[in-house]
């Protein structure tokens, strides 16, 4: 078992698994950590537990400090240098004729790497651009390529729940969601009422869809044929959370049947 703090970074709205390095931070402090050559800065947001090896990728970064005031003049620098060269980079692009929509860019605490996010829909031979941007700011230059969802998450909004975006918020994978889901849960397949803004399915799709699974299991399929008490019918409709369905017998007659937790009719 090793102590361990888990550290999320704007770096990549991702969570890192770091040592505490016997210094005592808390839930929401700001910290400085050590990866490699890096300098990050990010909010811890699990206290120290302990976690097996196996669990990890090791050797764990650092906590080196909590964010002080020096840190914090720092970053803000860091921030407006930043946009600058999101400026810078949008220019060099445009003028090599690269379709790159950038998104945002990021400078580790200790200017160690200048790390530029963007949206193409297709590949990009960005070599001769960070060169360029190399060059001008003397660091390591990493250009990612992401996804709507990824630019989502990054950019944040609110959601037809009222709530800001999960991924934005907690989510630390970003889970594949497919259209069985909204089908296990009886939604109409809408485009506009299933897809969040980032124009991909809802990732709150996935949260209850165990559920839903298990306990359609026992549920007949609409369109089967089933025997009632009233007779033998087809299901014209499924109710998942009342554990029910519908079946049209015919000549314009239709019951409504409700199962136990062990799929048999009541």
């Known amino acids: 078992m090793i102590d361990v703090v888990v550290v999320s970074c704007k770096l990549n709205n991702g ?7 016997d210094v005592d931070v808390s839930r929401n402090d700001q910290v400085i950590f050590e990866d490699g050559e890096d300098y990050l800065v990010g909010t811890v947001i699990k206290n120290k537990y302990p976690e097996k090896k196996k669990n990890l990728f090791l050797p764990l970064p650092n906590i080196v400090r ?7 003049k720092t970053i803000e620098k860091n921030e407006e240098l930043a946009k600058k060269a999101l400026v810078d980079a949008k220019k060099e692009a445009k003028n090599l004729d690269l379709e790159m929509n950038f998104v945002d860019c990021y400078f580790n605490l200790n200017k160690s790497q200048l790390i530029f996010s963007f949206l193409s829909d297709n590949r990009i031979d960005f070599r ?5 941007l190399a060059a001008k700011y003397k660091t390591r230059i990493e250009l990612r390529q992401i996804g709507i969802r990824d630019k989502a998450r990054k950019v944040g909004g609110v959601g037809p729940c009222g709530l800001f975006l999960c991924c934005n918020r907690f989510l630390t994978d970003l889970n594949s969601v497919s259209i069985n889901m909204a089908k296990n849960q ?5 485009p506009s009422k299933i897809n969040g803004l980032c124009g991909r399915l809802y990732c709150c799709l996935g949260y209850e869809n165990d559920l839903y699974s298990e306990l359609k299991k026992d549920l007949p399929a609409v369109g089967s044929e089933v025997k009632t008490d009233s007779g033998k019918g087809k299901v014209i409709s499924v109710d998942v959370l009342n554990r029910s369905y519908k079946v049209d017998l015919g000549e314009r007659e239709i019951v409504q049947v409700f199962c136990d937790k062990n799929g048999k009719n009541k």
């Open 66 to 72: 909590k964010v002080n005031k020096e840190d914090l």
């Open 128 to 132: 001769t651009l960070a060169k360029k």
């Open 186 to 190: 009886n939604l109409a397949l809408n």
């Open 15 to 21: 969570v890192y698994y770091v040592s505490p390095n």
